[in-house]
C-alpha cells in the first residue's frame, strides 16, 4: 500500500518531495476547509503534513505535533488509531514530539481564540486536516509542525525564521512518517 502525504501549502509540499522516498506521493491540497474539501477521499494510507499552532504552554516552535484526532465546528472528529506509533517513530528519529487532538479552524487562531481552544482540549490548531480526512478511509495521520504558540504568535519579526525551521523539519521527518504511516 503506498503512501500519499496531502500538504496544503506549496512551501509545505515542496518540502515533503525533497524528502519523501519511492512509495510516497506528495499531493498539495490548498488552504482551508474549502479547497481541503476538494481534495476528496484517498485510497491507502494518507499522512496530512504541514505547518500548525500550538494553543497550549510547553510546545515550542520546531516541535512537532501527532494528532489522535481531529475535529472541526461542521465535521464529526475523526480519531487517528496509529498517532502513537507515529509519534514513537518520529522520537526516535530525534524530533520532540507531543501528541493529542488537533482542532481545523477556517482563520488563523490567535488570543482569545486560541485559549478557547485550548480549554476545549485542543493542543495544535490547523486549517485542513478534519476536512482533508473527513471522508477518508483507511490509515491516517495528522503531522504538525509548530510555527507559533501561545506566547509567541505568529504575526511577529521572527516568524520567517520559524516558518524556515518549520519547512526543514517537514523535510527531515518526511521518510520517518512514510515509513511510519505507509
Known amino acids: 500500500m503506498s503512501l500519499t502525504v496531502l500538504c496544503p501549502l506549496a512551501l509545505e509540499a515542496r518540502a515533503a518531495r525533497r524528502g519523501v522516498r519511492a512509495g510516497a506521493q506528495v499531493v498539495r491540497t490548498g488552504m482551508g476547509p474549502d479547497r481541503s474539501r476538494r481534495v476528496g477521499p484517498r485510497r491507502g494510507s494518507v499522512a496530512v503534513l504541514g505547518m500548525g499552532g500550538a494553543v497550549v504552554g510547553g510546545i515550542h516552535p520546531g516541535d512537532v505535533v501527532v494528532a489522535t484526532g481531529v475535529s472541526a465546528h461542521d465535521v464529526a472528529p475523526v480519531e487517528l488509531p496509529g498517532a502513537e506509533a507515529v509519534a514513537n517513530g518520529l522520537e526516535a528519529a530525534g524530533f520532540t514530539v507531543h501528541t493529542g487532538p488537533v482542532v481545523s479552524v477556517s482563520k488563523l487562531a490567535v488570543g482569545p481564540r486560541r485559549r478557547e481552544l485550548a480549554e476545549q482540549g485542543a493542543v495544535a490548531v490547523d486549517m485542513e486536516s478534519a476536512w482533508l480526512l473527513e471522508h477518508h478511509q483507511g490509515p491516517a495521520a495528522v503531522v504538525r509542525v509548530v510555527t507559533d504558540t501561545p506566547a509567541c504568535e505568529l504575526r511577529t519579526a521572527a516568524a520567517p525564521a520559524r516558518i524556515y525551521r518549520a ?16
Do not use: N, Q, S
Open 167 to 182: 519547512l526543514r523539519t517537514i523535510r527531515r521527518l518526511t521518510p520517518v512518517l512514510a515509513k511510519e504511516v505507509g
